[in-house]
């Protein structure tokens, strides 16, 4: 072998050596920095779950809210039909009350001379049959006091 061959085998030997060391040398010195990593990807995962499921929790928040929301608005709506039925109920009741007073002297009228009809008709009847139960619940008194 020659003395160029040598040479160039004990430089490539060294070069070998010297990138092994220079390896190790940065593998020791990135170590860490790949542990931080390692430890970032984790970190990363567990805050992706927990904001996932947050963000779960507050869709089915307001998807409950939304159907609330709905059952309220319908509810809403079935009240304004009652609330409007209750304001035409209200309006015919006032024109009713209104007839009513401008038609109560003629009522009155007639109520007073349809009494006055059946007092003459029929208070004679009446006047007779409360004389007659006087009568009988004297004499039944009578009897109980000699008795």
């Known amino acids: 072998m020659s003395t160029g061959t040598i040479i160039a085998i004990s430089i490539v030997v060294i070069s070998i050596l010297a990138l092994i060391i220079v390896g190790i040398m940065t593998y020791k ?54 609330f409007e039925d209750f304001t035409d109920e209200k309006g015919e009741f006032q024109s009713s009350l209104r007839y009513l007073q401008s038609h109560a002297g003629e009522y009155t009228k007639g109520i007073s001379s349809n009494i006055m009809d059946e007092v003459k008709e029929d208070g004679p009847q009446i006047i007779e049959t409360f004389k007659r139960a006087f009568k009988k619940t004297a004499q039944k008194q009578k009897i109980r006091h000699q008795k």
């Open 29 to 82: 010195k990135i170590k860490p920095t790949l542990k931080n990593v390692d430890h970032l990807k984790e970190v990363i995962n567990q805050k992706t779950k927990y904001y996932t499921r947050e963000s779960q929790h507050l869709n089915e928040r307001i998807t409950l809210l939304t159907q609330r929301v709905d059952g309220i608005q319908s509810e809403v709506e079935v009240k304004m039909v009652d």
